[in-house]
């Protein structure tokens, strides 16, 4: 039986099983990937105190991940598809087998939703992780979007290829980031457009968009979504469904990070988050 099992390994998650391991509490950290979460995905982390020039959000990932490792957290590379909860404990169902816990510390972060324009991910030409797009150079990409990820993605994109900026309306994000995407001249913006539909061919995809009650096209190498995410909660099943709140309540289940954030998607906010969800239990499993 597991003490603490932590779902996930963005910043919240190898937050609460360090500071588990801290308080005395046997915690076990799942990840199907590498340890980090979205934070890979960051150009430049520039609000987590310590690295006052910023830091890219892969090195950033690899301070936490070492972290994780010297303070000895148990982490296991298997994928969570499935967390019951049967009155007594949690039930955690992976591709490997089960894994029975006391408690549980949800912390996986965000899903795309770029389903809502209808434009499925295919990982040839159209994309929803930059980490797909990793290395690629001499590409034009466009980027749909007009928050702070989409500015973040083009800038990274930017040093190798051509990106036109894509969006409905004015940019959402920080000015910081739209004066640098303004400065970069490997990057475009067109406004005031809405995506109808992509067309794929074997070396681009076609952009269809509504543009002052009029139709245009656009021809693109690769076509990358930043228009928004959601709460990855695709493993919590039908017995725990219905008793979160209870659960949360007794001091037994606990959700840290992007699952729970909204739009306030912050190493920093989820890292803290971690850690408050450790402490919380230490303190449960005191009373």
């Known amino acids: ?5 932590v779902v996930g390994a963005g910043p919240a998650g190898m937050a609460a099983a360090v500071q588990c391991r801290r308080a005395g509490i046997g915690a076990v950290l799942f990840e199907k990937d590498r340890l980090g979460g979205l934070l890979r995905e960051a150009n ?9 020039g910023g830091i890219p959000g ?7 991940q070492e972290h994780v490792i010297v303070q000895g957290v148990e982490v296991r ?24 816990s006391r408690m549980l510390t949800i912390a996986t972060g965000t899903l795309p939703a770029a389903a809502r324009l209808g434009l499925g991910a295919d990982n040839r030409r159209v994309f929803d992780s930059i980490n797909h797009l990793a290395g690629v150079e001499g590409l034009s990409v466009a980027v749909i979007g007009g928050g702070d990820a989409a500015y973040d993605y083009s800038l990274r994109l930017a040093e190798k ?17 739209q004066q640098r995407a303004l400065d970069n001249p490997s990057i475009g913006f067109l406004e005031g457009r809405t995506v109808l539909r992509s067309i794929k ?10 543009h002052n009650g009029e139709e245009e096209s656009l021809e693109f190498d690769a076509l990358l979504l930043a228009i928004g995410r959601v709460p ?10 219905g008793s979160l709140e209870s659960l949360m309540n007794n001091g037994l289940l606990y959700m840290a990070g992007d699952v729970v954030n909204g739009d306030r998607r912050q190493a920093a906010i989820a890292a ?14 005191e009373r």
């Open 1 to 5: 039986m597991i003490e603490m099992a």
């Open 44 to 52: 430049l982390v520039e609000n987590y105190l310590g690295f006052p």
């Open 58 to 64: 892969d090195d950033l990932c690899n301070i936490f």
């Open 77 to 100: 590379r298997e994928e969570v598809m499935l967390i019951e909860h049967d009155g007594e404990s949690f039930i955690l169902v992976t591709p490997l087998g089960q894994y029975r």
């Open 161 to 177: 290829n051509s990106v036109t900026i894509i969006s409905r309306g004015p940019p959402r994000c920080l000015p910081l980031l």
């Open 201 to 210: 061919a074997e070396g681009s995809v076609t952009l269809v968009m509504s």
């Open 232 to 241: 990855n909660l695709l493993m919590i099943g039908d017995s725990l469904t």
């Open 272 to 285: 803290a988050d971690g850690i408050r969800a450790a402490m919380s239990a230490r303190e449960a499993k």
